[in-house]
């Protein structure tokens, strides 16, 4: 599923639009500081630098969500080889 980045909102999560529909993002397999945490802004400043502006791609694991309701997914700066479509990445916002 292809999305472009529209804002960063801390080093794993970020804002995307796809088709025009925003959605929060929380990058799978990153973990980086929390607000007030050292390293915080580095990691912040470091998801910034590698992704706003750009166009990435989201592949969904087994879970959707979490508890805050932002969807989970793998970022890919390239297609993926084995990737989800459009349709599929839909379906599963919908669930």
Known sequence: MQA????????????????????????????????????????????????????????LDKGTYDVYGRTLAYVWLKLPEKGITAEDFVDNLHN
Request: hydrophobic letters at 35%; charged letters at 25%.
């Open 4 to 59: 472009e980045v529209v804002s960063i909102v801390d080093g794993d999560t970020i804002d995307v639009e796809i088709d025009g529909v925003p959605v929060r993002v929380r990058l799978i397999g990153v973990n980086t500081p929390e607000q007030n945490e050292q390293g915080y802004d580095e990691a912040t400043q470091y998801t910034t630098a590698q992704l706003l502006g750009k166009t990435v791609y989201l592949e």
